[in-house]
């Protein structure tokens, strides 16, 4: 997994945007599910995680204010 770039971001259409933000919530529930159940799991991947789904909303939101 890598960090989504914004401009790579910025090229997607809402749909796939919403498509990709419930993606990284999955993964995200599922490292959590990991760390609780004693499974360690990466724990910078939940820092990487939170900045995508923050740039992601940022987006959806700017497109609908305009």
Do not use: C, V, W, Y
């Not at 809402?14 to 159940?37: C, P, T, V, W, Y």
């Amino acid at each position: 997994r890598h960090k989504m770039k914004i401009k790579e971001l910025r090229d997607m259409s809402d749909a796939a945007l919403g498509e990709k933000l419930l993606k990284i919530r999955r993964e995200q529930f599922n490292l959590l599910m990991q760390s609780a159940s004693g499974q360690g799991g990466r724990p910078d991947q939940r820092g990487k995680m939170r900045k995508d789904i923050a740039r992601i909303k940022t987006l959806l939101q700017e497109r609908s204010d305009t």
